[in-house]
């Protein structure tokens, strides 16, 4: 899909779906995490959302994995960037870095 219009190619979300389910084969547990997205520069239309929204339905219904939407966290601001798609290595980098250890800290314990 393009980083805006999300027109997203079937063949793509298939693969994408089969792959999860390849991982699930071998692993103990796998997470679906949405990057966070430079909203200075990155600003969906309302149908590019609606579509975004109907994909991570079908992959959670397929996979059974609940899939963490992190583009528009709050700790992540747009001055963290390199560019309009990249987090800086250390302003960006290691503060979203500590935002998914704290995200999933909980999430790993639960699995003891």
């Known amino acids: 899909a393009d980083i805006i219009e999300l027109n997203f190619e079937e063949m793509l979300v298939e693969s994408f779906i089969q792959m999860v389910k390849n991982f699930q ?32 339905r079908r992959i959670e ?28 290595r250390y302003t960006g980098d290691i503060p979203f870095t500590r935002l998914l250890k704290d995200e999933m800290v909980p999430v790993l314990r639960q699995g003891r």
């Not at 692993?27 to 109907?54: C, F, H, M, T």
């Not at 966290?73 to 800086?88: C, S």
């Open 25 to 56: 084969a071998f692993s103990d547990r796998v997470e679906i995490i949405l990057l966070p997205k430079n909203g200075d520069w990155i600003q969906y239309p309302p149908e590019a959302r609606e579509r975004l929204d109907n994909v991570i």
């Open 61 to 88: 219904n397929e996979t059974g994995i609940k899939v963490l939407d992190m583009q528009d966290v709050p700790e992540i601001t747009p001055d963290m960037y390199t560019d309009t798609t990249h987090l800086g």
